[in-house]
């Protein structure tokens, strides 16, 4: 039996990709488990977008699924060049709800040049979705094509462009009516200008968004396919103080919280301070740190060395903790 969990990026969906789709649909590049499947000088993304609310601090489902969709293709070394937006609602969805979502995703299309060059609008009886689902599939052009797990060697070194779970808060926040700063809100935000900059500079060989199952999910992910053990170090990993207090009531893993407008990296040693330099000039780098180091352990796994100076596993979420944040 399906459940929420599957749908949550953690080990469970994990599992049914292996257990279902991969030997279904078994080929060398769906095998790569990349966020986009590169074909020559070509990279082809997907995703579907259900959060809930629709509208929350910093964004709403049409700008989050622009934004998902070029953060794929950025973090494979992809320029976004066009999209396709399928858009499902129910029947009496308030007209000037669509309005406003329509117009997030012309303005983030603009912005990124990437035109919407096909769609399709469906229409379901009232319960049959709640409110409005959008699918979008982005296609772009490869121009960084040095990426990929198996460039990832010992010594390298992992960094963050800024502090993490900001988009799960804000969402969480809207949801239950959760108390925030007035200034607080979603990361959610298009990465292709900030990945061009890095791959200028040279020495990225890894790049992810951290999204559903946040960090822990993607590291434990590159942890499996280089079959190394990562290393971060706890006290370099920025969190804001919202964000950790939430998780500290709620009971919640700040590692395991998804941001929209993050991506990691893995880089050479010799190049990651420059990075990091450079990052810190864009406002969507400008708290970026190194957090880790592969190691040459032949560990499949994530260890935090805590700011005491322990060490604790960091497994990826098991459950559907945070449903319908994306």
């Avoid at 880790?292 to 497994?315: M, W």
């Amino acid at each position: 039996m399906i459940k929420l969990s599957h749908g949550s990026g953690g080990e469970k969906t994990r599992e049914i990709i292996e257990k279902l789709f991969l030997p279904a649909f078994k080929n060398p590049i769906l095998e790569r488990l990349e966020d986009s499947g590169r074909i020559g000088n070509i990279a082809l993304t997907i995703d579907g977008y259900t959060v809930k609310p629709i509208f929350f601090k910093g964004g709403d489902i049409g700008k989050l699924s622009i934004t998902g969709t070029v953060n794929d293709l950025a973090v494979s070394g992809a320029r976004p060049k066009a999209i396709a937006l399928s858009i499902i609602v129910e029947d009496g969805f308030p007209e000037e709800k669509l309005e406003r979502i329509v117009s997030s995703i012309a303005e983030i299309s603009k912005q990124v040049k990437a035109p919407i060059i096909t769609g399709d609008f469906k229409v379901v009886a009232k319960g049959e979705v709640d409110e409005i689902f959008i699918i979008t599939s982005g296609i772009g052009e490869i121009f960084y094509p040095d990426l990929g797990a198996e460039k990832v060697l010992a010594g390298d070194l992992v960094i963050v462009s800024g502090p993490l779970g900001d988009h799960s808060l804000a969402v969480m926040g809207e949801r239950y009516e959760i108390e925030l700063p007035e200034d607080f809100k979603s990361d959610c935000a298009p990465l292709i200008g900030l990945v061009e900059m890095m791959t200028k500079i040279g020495g990225v060989k890894w790049m992810r968004d951290p999204t559903r199952g946040g960090l822990a999910s993607t590291l434990n992910e590159l942890a499996q396919a280089i079959r190394r053990e990562i290393l971060i170090y706890e006290e370099k990993v920025p969190f804001r103080k919202e964000v950790l207090d939430f998780c500290d009531i709620f009971g919640f893993d700040p590692y395991h919280l998804a941001s929209e407008g993050r991506l990691v990296a893995v880089v050479q040693r010799e190049k990651a301070e420059r990075l990091v330099k450079e990052m810190r000039k864009d406002p969507l780098g400008e708290r970026a740190e190194i957090i880790g180091e592969i190691r040459d352990r032949q560990e499949e796994r994530v260890i935090v060395r805590t700011s005491f100076g322990g060490l604790r596993l960091l497994d990826p979420p098991r459950g559907e903790l945070l449903p319908r944040i994306c």
